[in-house]
């Protein structure tokens, strides 16, 4: 199941939140800076990498003081390749893999790739819905993707454009 809120990403209870990053697991925009720090120590401890990541990947990390067990880094961004609905479309496979992995029952995400400079909503919605709506329903794991907007507008755009891939 796939739904749609307009809340706060970090106060939503689930086994897992998805964390947009850079290569080197720094947060994309500034609003996703505020789940390191209502994480605490614990989780800024395991946001260190020896040398960059690959756009696509994805990576488990413990959730510290969030209301998230576990948080699942999405790298979508590095020094040589900007934000792109494809590399968004990677990450978030990588997404549900390791969800598949660590036995994930829900999993709580931002729109990944929305933020200055970076996609717009309707195309940072595409990515994550095509490849929800493809692998979602033949995975046990997660069972339920939560999708966090900032706005009732963006929801009411999320869900739309939601409606018209399920409905396909």
Do not use: Y
């Not at 199941?1 to 697991?25: G, H, K, N």
């Not at 505020?34 to 990390?61: C, D, F, I, N």
């Not at 907007?149 to 939601?162: G, K, P, Q, T, Y």
Request: aromatic share 2%; glycine share 6%.
């Amino acid at each position: 199941m796939i739904r749609v809120v307009a809340d706060d990403l970090a106060s939503l209870p689930t086994d897992a939140v998805v964390r947009p990053t850079t290569d080197r697991l720094e947060p994309i925009t500034p609003e996703l800076r505020r789940l390191e720090q209502l994480g605490g120590p614990t989780l800024w401890k395991q946001l260190r990498v020896s040398k960059p990541l690959e756009v696509g990947v994805a990576v488990v990390t413990a959730g510290g003081d969030l209301p998230a067990e576990f948080v699942i880094n999405a790298v979508i961004r590095s020094d040589q390749e900007p934000v792109t609905p494809d590399g968004v479309r990677h990450a978030i496979k990588s997404v549900l893999q390791r969800a598949t992995d660590w036995g994930l029952g829900t999993i709580t995400t931002p729109l990944i790739g929305v933020g200055a400079g970076n996609l717009d909503v309707e195309d940072a919605a595409r990515s994550p819905i095509d490849a929800l709506a493809s692998d979602l329903p033949h995975a046990t794991h997660p069972s339920e993707v939560c999708i966090v907007v900032e706005s009732d507008v963006d929801r009411e755009i999320v869900e739309a454009f939601l409606r018209s891939r399920i409905t396909q």
